[in-house]
């Protein structure tokens, strides 16, 4: 599956536990939903990201990206020490400018 190059580095970051070059995929006033929780900014983004990834280990296998316009989806299966693992979610991302300006996370 062939991913637009932003995605493809917003994937590597989140592998790699690079929370300041995930956070870098975003707008300035991003903001992401996950867990019942919004985090806005990309710093807050930064610090969400790297929470989550130390504490769930988490690694993601992109399984399929649909796009249209500045809205697209990508599904992914996730890993990592917390219930259920694998599981599979969905990205819903809004687009501005090549950088995610939301994501919504939903399993």
Known sequence: MKLPENIAGFIKAQNEADSAAFASYFTAHATVFDEGSSYT????????I????????MQVTPVDFTQN??????????????????????????MENGLISSLKITG
């Open 41 to 48: 900014g990309r710093e807050e983004i930064k610090h969400w």
């Open 50 to 57: 790297q929470e989550a990834t130390e504490k769930y280990n």
């Open 69 to 94: 316009g500045t809205k697209g989806t990508l599904s992914v299966e996730t890993s990592g020490t917390f219930p259920g693992s694998p599981a599979m979610m969905h990205y819903h991302l809004a």
